[in-house]
């Protein structure tokens, strides 16, 4: 079991999505709301807890974000084992209510085939300025620019202690420092930024992580993806995102996957 406290999104969270910041109560909450990926990455520790670090290396994990995470809320998060290296976790807030919960495994997921993975591989620079892109205009089955990055020690390390206060030996600059699971988790949402401008605001709703090899800062590194799933429920716009992180040589890191729901414009107050 471990347990965290939630902490405020870094400003450029803020910023870029503003139901984490000022926009929360025009989208319907009483207060801000923790980005889906951070609350992922607390729960992420007990599943590291109960596999270990060779988890990181060659492991998956699905999760559903259930409810909203608060700044301040006191996160509990267990994983229990069901099979051979295969177990499910939970996170609850305060109230004793599940806030993430899913599956993880050692090895290749069990919906390993299902991946909708990118064709397009070379890096392209940013979009400037980037396209304008409404909720309604998203296309399924068509691939993104890709993008090339860099990850520093430094911007590993600050990742996990800055932006989620998890202070973890791991996660710290030196030999054998490992890049904390969140990240590789929230690149869908560079990738998009890379090229394009939504206006709306998106909810995390679900994701699934695939680690294929170990992923060690620093690194230069491609990303690559496609959206796989674009349609309206309750008038309301869903889209789903698969992607995949490659090293300077082209080897497969590890694969991401998201869903949110995209709502229009709001007037921040």
């Not at 290396?57 to 995470?69: E, I, K, N, S």
């Not at 209510?97 to 392209?124: C, F, I, N, S, Y």
């Amino acid at each position: 079991m471990v347990e965290m406290t939630a902490i405020e999104d870094v400003a450029e969270v803020m910023a870029n999505n503003p139901i984490h910041g000022t926009g929360a109560r025009a989208a319907g909450y009483e207060r801000p709301i923790v980005a889906g990926v951070s609350s992922y990455g607390w729960a992420a520790a007990a599943i590291i807890e109960l596999l270990g670090d060779a988890w990181l290396d060659h492991g998956w994990a699905d999760y559903a974000l259930r409810r909203p995470v608060f700044v301040g809320d006191q996160l509990r998060s267990t994983a229990t084992l069901i099979g051979n290296g295969l177990c499910e976790y939970v996170q609850e807030n305060p109230e004793g209510k599940a806030t993430v919960q899913g599956r993880a495994g050692l090895g290749l997921a069990p919906w390993h085939m299902e991946w909708q993975l990118p064709t397009r591989r070379d890096p392209v620079p940013a979009a400037d300025p980037p396209l304008l892109v409404l909720p309604e205009e998203v296309r399924p089955d068509e691939d993104l620019p890709p993008m090339a990055l860099e990850l520093s020690a430094a911007e590993a390390a600050n990742w996990a202690v800055v932006r989620l206060g998890d202070a973890h030996g791991r996660y710290r600059e030196g030999d054998g420092q490992r890049v904390h699971p969140s990240w590789l988790a929230a690149q869908g949402v560079p990738l998009i930024r890379h090229s394009f401008r939504q206006p709306d605001v998106g909810i995390h709703v679900s994701g699934r992580v695939q680690h294929v090899r170990p992923l060690r800062p620093p690194t230069r590194a491609l990303l690559a993806g496609r959206w796989v799933m674009h349609e309206q429920r309750k008038q309301r716009w869903w889209a789903g995102l698969h992607g995949v992180l490659l090293d300077g040589v082209g080897a497969e890191l590890g694969y991401f996957g998201q869903e949110q729901i995209l709502l229009p414009p709001f007037e921040v107050s």
